[in-house]
């Protein structure tokens, strides 16, 4: 191609952070405010029971000001003592990443990796919570939505395993690429502590995360010989000082930014978000079903039950990989994420894999921007391709 088509408004393509909606960036955009009292105050007060309506519980909910790496942290500081083991199934980069954290403050970690395109074997994870006769296992980390490999998890059916081996160990669930855009029941589903971070579904720029707790956690937590001060979720769920729900200043701007927002979720409603990113999600399989019709074309997840609403994970192999996301960021100012993990460093195969982000403030528009981009990439750089893709999307967005 002769003519770049790239100038005009960038779309970043990638499993967060996510597109920022103008009223986000419009809320953020004003002098620093008093955070003493006034608007600030009241505002962060309001949130706390949005952020419980997105995540489905009537419990607890921590702010931290930290990427989602924090939340993983501040989690596993309130309930891990040094010496705890922890059981943590895998399948995809983020379950090892919070192990390594969880190693790191001195639990054991019992790892069951599943590898790097199918979802738990809940037969295992039964086996090994049934092995454990002396209830050593304190808690099981359980990454909803697997970023790297694009894995959404069966939550529920892991906590029906919990009951039935009747193993008392706490359910932690990271929902950092899935709330707000993947269905979530935290209080229906069982799960006794949650973290997530404000830049994926929740449409915010990176900077805040949260840990939400039930009261089986906060129990977990009184026991505890002692919690870091900064960690500790206690003050920050139950704040007397205003000051005390960040540990120190307030993430001014990022409060503006999360009430507008929460205020974007719930015009909506979320049952209708899940809707739509479900839908959305659907019109990126279809055309990925004709697109590897004729070439390499393949996405990670072979069964839809468990692919994630948003983010897909694709195999082109190595030596399209790479060069179609160059290709679409140099021409059309389409960004798509990189592969992550997926194959071992240095191994050229681990070009062929990119990642797709269709989380948060994205419409039926935008997708089929995003797969107008993939098939005129793939046309320009002679990538086999099956044809009528971009048909079919359509048809799913048109509810056909
Ligand atoms: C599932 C999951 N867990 C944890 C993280 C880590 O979050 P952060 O990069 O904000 O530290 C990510 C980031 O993409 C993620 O997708």
Not at 353 to 364: I, K, S, T
């Amino acid at each position: 191609m002769d003519l770049s088509v790239a100038q005009g408004r960038e779309y970043l393509a990638i499993p967060g952070p996510s597109v920022i909606p103008d009223a986000v960036l419009q809320a953020m955009h004003r002098p620093a405010p008093n955070i003493y009292a006034g608007d600030l105050v009241d505002l962060t007060r309001s949130l706390i029971p949005d952020l419980r309506r997105v995540a489905r519980t009537e419990h607890h909910v921590a702010i931290y000001i930290s990427n989602g790496h924090g939340a993983w942290e501040a989690a596993l500081s309130n309930v891990i003592a040094p010496g705890d083991t922890l059981l943590v199934p895998a399948c995809g980069r983020f379950a090892h990443g919070w192990a390594e954290m969880a190693n790191g403050l001195g639990a054991e970690t019992q790892i069951l990796d599943f590898g790097k395109s199918a979802p738990w074997d809940l037969n295992r994870i039964a086996d090994a919570l049934r092995a454990d006769t002396a209830h050593r296992i304190k808690a099981v980390l359980a990454v909803h939505v697997d970023t790297s490999s694009s894995i959404r998890n069966d939550i529920p059916a892991l906590r029906r395993v919990l009951d039935e081996t009747g193993h008392p160990a706490l359910l932690m669930a990271d929902c950092i690429a899935s709330l707000g855009c993947d269905r979530f029941e935290m209080d229906l589903w069982g799960v006794d502590v949650m973290v997530t971070g404000c830049q994926k579904g929740l449409m915010v720029p990176p900077g805040m995360s949260f840990v939400f707790f039930n009261p089986r956690a906060a129990s977990a937590r009184a026991a505890m010989p002692r919690v870091s001060r900064y960690w500790d979720w206690s003050p920050r769920a139950n704040p007397e000082e205003f000051y005390q729900f960040f540990g120190g200043t307030a993430p001014t701007h990022h409060l503006y930014g999360l009430r507008a927002a929460l205020d974007l979720i719930h015009a909506e409603g979320i049952d209708h978000v899940w809707d739509r990113h479900e839908r959305l999600a659907q019109a990126i399989w279809a055309a990925a079903d004709a697109w590897a019709q004729d070439g390499p074309f393949r996405l990670n997840v072979a069964d839809p039950a468990y692919r994630s609403h948003a983010v897909t994970a694709i195999d082109l192999g190595a030596q399209h990989g790479t060069a179609l996301r160059d290709w679409v960021s140099d021409n059309m100012g389409l960004t798509l994420g990189i592969g992550l993990g997926m194959a071992p460093p240095g191994d050229p195969a681990a070009h062929g894999f990119f990642r797709l982000g269709h989380m948060g403030h994205v419409n039926g528009q935008m997708i089929l921007g995003l797969l107008g981009g993939l098939e005129t990439g793939m046309c320009a750089l002679g990538i086999p391709h099956g044809r009528g893709a971009l048909d079919a999307a359509a048809a799913v967005i048109a509810g056909r």
